[in-house]
């Protein structure tokens, strides 16, 4: 296996630059991983594609505006951008500037100060705030949207999904962003069940895959977490046969974490801390059955986690078809239902 094997051809036109209006009204590419056709429908009649007792797990968390800026004790800018909260004052975060070392004090503007405690790969630093920042992120904060979109956002909550509700994340679950009430409400009429689980997604999973070896890549950590009254819901739905559809990679990687926790008899156990899952062809499913999911970066551990479920070969081919077929790629782009 070879990073290289996970690369493709994007027309830069076909990056989505800005949201569609309503939600719901984005095209939908599924896929049956047991046929070769293809179906293209809209994301509106995703429940033409579900049964009563389907159970959809979606992401509850909520992107926070977590880039920031700060003056040096000379005046100097510096921009930053709070990566993960290690504790109420800690967060790692990406600095961008120069001087940046273990011991230098900056002062947030209109905001508190922060100390450099430590100085971490790259452009990562360990820093400690005077008081807690989550109180001035509303004034003081900005959305990071990935780096592939160059349009400004009119409204920053069209980078949230609708049942957004803990704050942590600095990434949307992307695939959850196709979901409206009242799509919602038409598939609770359908008797389709929601689970809520948590996953903060991180900077991270955007980045490439630089080793030739996708198994000598460092996969992010993130949090996660599902509660014991999800876990039950998970597992009575499970006994029941209905189908456990992850919406989006970050339920995938959540549920799979779960797994790990699980006791005899079950598929998934309550679970609250940080996951290293690194998903790679090969792997062994043991919750997920059905996923929703994004058109992915190349050379992203997205798609190899896409690939893993669906086969390379058959993924690539499918995304050179959603290509010529003009779908949007990316965070605000078509969606696509692997069943």
Known sequence: MKTSDYNYFLPPERIAQTPLEPRHSSRLLVLRRECTDLEHTQFWHLDEYLKPGDLLVINKTRVIPARIFARKPTGGKVE?????????????????????????????QDGPQVEI???????????????????YLGLAGQMPLPPYIHT??????RYQTV??????SVAAPTAGLHFTTELMKKLEDKAVQFVEVTLHVGLDTFAPVTEEDPHQHKIHTEWCEVTSTAADQINSA????????????TSVR??????????????????????????????????VEAMITNFHLPRSTLLMLVSAFAGRERILQVYQAAIQAGYRFYSFGDAMLIL
Do not use: C, M, N
Request: hydrophobic share 40%; proline share 5%.
């Open 80 to 108: 930053i951008l709070l990566l993960h909260r290690q504790d109420e004052l800690t967060w790692e975060a990406l600095v961008g500037g120069k001087g940046l070392v273990a011991g230098k004090w900056l002062r947030v």
């Open 117 to 135: 405690t430590r100085v971490l790969e790259g452009s990562r630093r360990l820093l400690h705030f005077s008081e807690p920042i989550e109180a």
């Open 152 to 157: 400004p956002l009119l409204d920053p909550e």
């Open 163 to 168: 049942y957004a509700r803990q704050p942590g």
């Open 238 to 249: 499970y006994t029941t046969g209905a189908k456990i559809v992850a919406v989006g990679t």
């Open 254 to 287: 959540t549920l799979e974490t779960a797994a790990r926790f699980a006791r005899q008899g079950q598929l998934v156990g309550e679970f609250s801390g940080a996951t290293d899952l690194f998903i790679l062809p090969g792997y062994h499913f043991r919750v």
